[in-house]
Each structure stands twice: as C-alpha cells, then as structure tokens.
C-alpha cells in the first residue's frame, strides 16, 4: 500500500475556487480502482493549509490516478491557486 500527502499553501482569496475545484477531485479520485482512501482536510493550525491524504493498493494504482481525465483537467487548475506545495509519499509499513 502507498500513502500519498499532498500538502497545499493557498491563499484567502483564492480558498473558495480551491476547495470547489478540490471537492471535484475528492469525488472523483474516490470512485478509482486502487483508491483505497482519499481525502482533503484542513490544517487546524496553519491558515490556508490544506491536505490531500490518499492511500493506494499500489503503484499502479498511483500511475493511474496520476493519468485519470479528473487529474490531468483539475491538477493543473489547482496549481493555479497554490502559494505553495510539497509531496510525500510513503510505503505501508506491514505490521
């Protein structure tokens, strides 16, 4: 399994058109094969701070996610909106 953290700076002004554009891509990324979770949450002490958590069965899964019609149309819009951003991604741990 493989967890992704995508961690998104956006400023006020643009929060709304960020959180519309995000709610598209949560909805989508959930209905995947290989999605074994996928959620935006916001940071409860960093304003502005925002993170998709995603967890796949896979790489490939990944690879998918990566290519799907929803990612190439929203990823892209989404940059447009961000100050900042980093991603993490991590292999579970089999214990």
Same mark, same amino acid.
């Given at each position: 399994?493989? &967890?992704?953290?995508?961690?998104? =700076? @956006?400023?006020?002004?643009?929060?709304?058109?960020?959180?519309?554009?995000?709610?598209?891509?949560?909805?989508?990324? $959930?209905?995947?094969?290989?999605? =074994? +979770?996928?959620?935006?949450?916001?940071?409860?002490?960093?304003?502005? @701070?925002? +993170?998709? &958590?995603?967890? +796949? =069965?896979?790489?490939?899964?990944?690879?998918?996610? $990566?290519?799907?019609?929803?990612?190439?149309? +929203? =990823?892209?819009?989404?940059q447009q909106l961000k100050e900042d951003s980093q991603?993490?991604?991590?292999?579970?741990?089999?214990?």
């Amino acid at each position: 399994m493989i &967890v992704l953290i995508a961690k998104n =700076v @956006v400023a006020k002004q643009n929060e709304n058109e960020y959180l519309k554009l995000a709610t598209k891509m949560v909805e989508e990324t $959930r209905k995947e094969v290989g999605c =074994v +979770y996928y959620d935006l949450v916001r940071d409860t002490k960093e304003e502005g @701070v925002f +993170y998709f &958590v995603e967890k +796949y =069965v896979d790489q490939a899964a990944v690879d998918a996610h $990566r290519s799907s019609p929803h990612f190439t149309t +929203y =990823v892209p819009l989404i940059q447009q909106l961000k100050e900042d951003s980093q991603l993490m991604q991590c292999d579970v741990l089999p214990i």
